[in-house]
C-alpha cells in the first residue's frame, strides 16, 4: 500500500462483534487493493476490537484508533477522519459491507473528475417491505447546485440522508468538520449523519454519481436507527432537535435560493414533527401507536403512513409497523 492511498475506509466499531468479521473480509475481497481501513474503538463492552486484532497482523492496510472514553459515531468518525491519509473517505459502519467490486468503479469513475461529494447506491438485506420505499441513489437530477438536485416533488419530499450511499474528499470533509465544530465531550449518535450531510450540501460541493449499488446496508434489529428498538425515545428526540437547530443556524447564514429556502423549512420544522411523532408510536407499550402514526400522517401525508394505519385498524390494533 502507499504512504497516501487513495481511499481511506473509516469504521467506528461500538458492540458490533457478531459482524464486524463479515465487513471486515467484505473490505479484504476488494478488487482494488490500494485502500487504508481505519477502525475507531468507540470503547464499547464487547469484543469487536479484538477480532479486528486479529486482522492488523496479517494486514498492514489496518489502523486503530482508540477514542479516550466513548464519544458517539460523530466523533468516532471525525476522529476517523483526522487520521486518514486517503484522498477521499468512505464510511462504513461495521455491521455492513462493501461490494466486491466497489472500489474498483469508484477508482474507474475519479478517472474523469475528482469530485468534492459522490453519490453512489446501496443494496438493502434483506429487500425492504412492501411498505418501505428503497433509498434512492441520489442525484434526482443534474444541476449546477446539488441541493437542488437532491430535491423531489419541489422540495416537499425528504430522501435517504443516512452515511451510506455518498463519499467525500477528505480535505472537502475537513472543512466541513471544522464548521460544525461539534463539542467533544457530547456524544453524539442520532441524526449526526444528517448533520454532516447537509453541512457538506449547504458547501455547494461540486458532485458526481457512481451508478452502482455498492455499499450493502444491512437491517440489523439492533440498530440504534431500528425505531422497533428505541429504548430512550426522549434521548434520541433530543438528539435529533439539536440536529435541526444547528441545521437551522447554518442555514441562516447560507445563500440559498428560493427552492432552497423552502426545502430547508419543510425539512426542519413539518418534516421533523412527523418524525418525532413516528419515534413515539412504540411507546407506552404501543398503546397509542395509532395516535402518533395518524399525528405524523396529518404532518406529512403519505402512502405508507395511510397503509400503516389501516394495517392497524383492519387487524384489530394487532399490526405495529
Known sequence: MQDSPLFSIILPVYNVSPYIERCIISLQNQTFKDFEMIFVDDCGQDDSMKIVETFVKKDNRIKLIANPKNLGTYHARH?????????????????????????????????????????????????????????????FKKTQRVLEAIQKRNGKK????????????????????????IDPNFRYVYTEDKLLYYAA?????????LPYNGYIYHNNKTSITNKTQLTNV????????????????????????????????????????????????????????????????????????????????????????
Open 158 to 181: 425528504t430522501v435517504w440522508a443516512g452515511t451510506p450511499g455518498k463519499a467525500y474528499k477528505k480535505d472537502f470533509l475537513k472543512k466541513v468538520y471544522g464548521k460544525l465544530n
Open 234 to 321: 426522549n434521548v434520541l428526540i433530543e438528539q435529533l432537535i439539536f440536529t435541526t437547530e444547528k441545521l437551522k443556524d447554518l442555514t441562516s447564514t447560507a445563500h440559498l435560493t428560493k427552492k432552497e429556502k423552502s426545502f430547508f423549512t419543510f425539512f426542519l420544522n413539518e418534516s421533523v414533527l412527523s418524525q418525532i411523532s413516528m419515534m413515539k408510536r412504540f411507546e407506552n407499550d404501543g398503546n397509542d401507536y395509532l395516535q402518533n402514526v395518524f399525528t405524523a400522517f396529518k404532518t406529512i401525508p403519505s402512502v405508507r403512513l395511510f397503509i400503516r394505519i389501516m394495517l392497524h385498524i383492519i387487524s384489530f390494533k394487532k399490526i405495529k409497523l
Open 79 to 139: 476522529n476517523g477522519v483526522k487520521n486518514a491519509n486517503g484522498e477521499y473517505i468512505v464510511f462504513l459502519d461495521p455491521d455492513d459491507e462493501l461490494d466486491a467490486c466497489f472500489l474498483s468503479k469508484f477508482i474507474q469513475h475519479l478517472e474523469n473528475k475528482k469530485d468534492d461529494l459522490i453519490f453512489f447506491g446501496i443494496q438493502n438485506v434483506p429487500k425492504n417491505k412492501f411498505y418501505h420505499k428503497p433509498p434512492r441513489m441520489l442525484p
Open 201 to 209: 450540501l449547504l458547501e455547494n460541493p461540486s458532485y458526481s454519481s
